[in-house]
């Protein structure tokens, strides 16, 4: 650490303060970019002119050849668009993005804050197409703090259209938290077929199945044009009750009598665990917990088992037990919030002695039915348990 020291008669208040450059070493990068910058949207100097919405751009070709590959070609590379003083019409894009993209060209700087999100995804359109990876990858990353009900699923259409994972990723989590909202929003009606499938198909995407049935359905209504076969065979019928099937489902006419009787079979002969259910899915995260509405149902010294203290526990107090008895049918068993997939189980067997324990684990969504998760049952364990397993969709553990 260190002071400096400015003397009074040095100081100057006509340029602000610059980032810290290393000695023998000058760095006006900002100065360049305000110059270049200069020349943008001017008459002076421009050899090539793009109209967009009937909005004439005059720009630089060697300045948009330097920095894209797509312009270097373009401008450059023997065709129409590269004889002196052309005129280009671009037709996929708004003055308004074309304009950010141009600023960005020439400056390195965008802003993007007090953009409309339509124009933000028409930029970021841009960026993929004239190869900006950086500027795409800015662009993603902002559009992801600003997902809402409105917009998610515009951007996970674009997301989608240009294989942008982290992007994607993001609207995807959005929506699995948000599923009942999201089927209800102008945006779904407004979804590509594909988008719209990969969306519907995730088991993670956690809404009832007639919220779903009834979505597409209203999808389906939107986009008259698209085969509406393959979007409700993304319906998971025997998810629905006999009196859903019958008053909503079989009116509507999109799905054969076959297709139903086919559900009501499944539904009847099928145990409840084998069904495919969706769940809530919250990665790395700890759901057995108040926050997220679990509950212990049965066992002894309730409060104790979720409060997530794992250091202080003794004889009598800080844990949750339950009597060990021949016929196994005592137990300790939670109840989550709500439908969850889950794969990882961690728990502290208690060890401040020397006794080890025998235990399995089971899951159900209905309390009837139960699937062993994790036998351990002729094992002799102690401490903590770091257990992984087939991901399931449960409410009970």
């Known amino acids: ?85 052309a005129e280009i019409p671009l037709q996929d894009t708004t003055a308004e993005a074309f304009t950010m993209l141009l600023k960005y060209i020439y400056t390195g700087r965008a802003t993007l804050r007090d953009e409309k999100e339509e124009v933000l995804l028409d930029f970021l359109s841009l960026a993929h197409k004239y190869g900006f990876p950086e500027l795409e990858d800015s662009t993603s990353e902002y559009l992801c703090t600003i997902l809402n009900i409105q917009n998610v699923c515009m951007t996970f259409d674009v997301a989608s259209l240009y294989s942008l994972p982290k992007l994607t990723f993001m609207c995807c989590m959005f929506m699995d938290r948000n599923a009942q909202e999201v089927l209800s929003s102008e945006g779904f009606l407004s979804l590509s077929k594909a988008a719209l499938l990969s969306i519907v198909l995730r088991d993670s995407f956690a809404a009832p199945e007639k919220d779903i049935f009834q979505a597409l359905m209203n999808w389906c209504k939107h986009n008259p044009k698209e085969s509406h076969a393959e979007i409700m065979q993304a319906v998971r019928l025997p998810l ?119 235990y399995y684990i089971e899951v159900s969504m209905d309390e009837l039915d139960w699937i062993r998760v994790i036998d351990h049952s002729k094992y002799l364990c102690r401490s903590w348990q770091n257990l992984y397993f087939p991901a399931r969709v449960c409410r009970l553990v």
């Open 1 to 85: 650490s260190g002071y400096q020291y400015h003397h009074p008669s040095k100081m100057s208040n006509s340029h602000p303060l610059r980032p810290y450059t290393a000695v023998g070493e000058i760095d006006h990068v900002h100065i360049l970019s305000e110059h270049i910058g200069a020349l943008m949207n001017g008459e002076e100097y421009s050899d090539v002119t793009f109209i967009v919405e009937k909005k004439r751009f005059p720009a630089h070709r060697v300045i948009l050849a330097a920095r894209c590959h797509y312009f270097r070609a373009l401008l450059y590379g023997g065709m129409r668009e590269s004889q002196p003083e």
């Open 240 to 358: 629905m009750s006999l009196t859903e099937l019958l008053n909503v489902v079989r009116p509507s006419g999109l799905l054969s009598p076959d297709a139903i009787l086919d559900a009501i079979k499944i539904r009847s002969e099928s145990r409840d665990m084998d069904l495919n259910y969706r769940g809530m899915l919250i990665p790395g995260e700890n759901i057995a917990t108040m926050k997220y509405g679990a509950q212990v149902v049965k066992g002894e010294l309730k409060s104790a088992l979720l409060d997530g203290d794992t250091q202080n526990y003794d004889l009598d107090h800080g844990f949750s037990r339950h009597p060990i008895s021949d016929d196994c049918r005592s137990g300790i068993e939670i109840k989550l919030g709500q439908p969850s997939i889950i794969n990882h189980i961690r728990i502290l067997l208690w060890d401040r002695d020397s006794r080890s324990y025998s």
